[in-house]
């Protein structure tokens, strides 16, 4: 089944704690995406990668490093959380064609206190 | 970026009633989509319009876009309780800023049985 897969759905932590938002996708896409909702202000973009090695800050990259060491994973880091980054965060891939549908991860909702 | 506004922010109708909602940006697009997202889960593409198509038929989904007015509208016919959901325009992607998109605010839709 095609798909995105978010890891972890859930989780709280502490202010300062490393952590790391895994995402993969079996489809094979060559573009990959990671984006914060918040309520009132939608989805915004926070990095993406056009493909392997390739990666470029979206609208709100602050506080977020991301990296794509291979084609399917596109795992997105908060080195020093802080509570401004509770969020639920979504990571989505595409083919880079014409098109440019998105598929959606799950998401993942992280609480920093 | 190019931002995206949508209205009504929320939508409230009987089943059987008609839905629209629109989507206002403001920069030059390639193509503009429209998602739905089930309350607090990953978006599910609905349709896409081409800057060169003026409507599009999708099931109980038509889309217009006005690249004069910049705007686009998302009606969903004969709605379904079933259809209480977030309805999100995007744009951007692919478009002249490679891989940044924008969405807009959304819409939450509420259809009553």
């Known amino acids: 089944e095609a798909q995105v897969t978010q890891n972890p759905r859930y989780l709280i932590t502490v202010t300062g704690k490393k952590l790391t938002v895994t995402c993969s996708q079996n489809m094979n896409h060559e573009y990959m995406s990671w984006y914060r909702q918040d309520p009132g202000l939608g989805l915004r973009q926070i990095y993406y990668?056009?493909?392997?090695?390739?990666?470029d800050k979206g609208d709100v990259p602050e506080g977020y490093k991301v990296s794509r060491k291979e084609k399917r994973n596109f795992p997105l880091i908060l080195e020093s959380p802080s509570p401004n980054q509770t969020s639920l965060y979504f990571c989505?891939?595409?083919?880079?064609?014409?098109?440019?549908?998105?598929?959606f991860g799950e998401g993942s909702r992280l609480t920093v206190l | 970026s190019q931002q995206g506004e949508e209205d009504p922010q929320a939508l409230s109708i009987q089943e059987g009633e008609n839905a629209t909602m629109n989507c206002s940006y403001k920069t030059s697009i390639n193509n503009l989509q429209w998602y739905r997202q089930n309350s607090g889960r990953g978006l599910v593409h609905l349709i896409l319009i081409r800057s060169n198509e003026r409507e599009k038929h999708s099931g109980r989904l038509r889309v217009t876009l006005d690249t004069s007015k910049k705007s686009s509208s998302l009606l969903i016919t004969a709605s379904r309780a079933a259809d209480t959901a977030s309805y999100f325009c995007a744009m951007g992607l692919f478009n002249t800023n490679a891989g940044k998109s924008t969405f807009g605010d959304g819409t939450t839709l509420t259809v009553k049985p």
């Open positions: 990668s056009m493909n392997v090695e390739v990666t």
């Open positions: 989505a891939s595409s083919l880079p064609d014409r098109t440019g549908e998105l598929f």
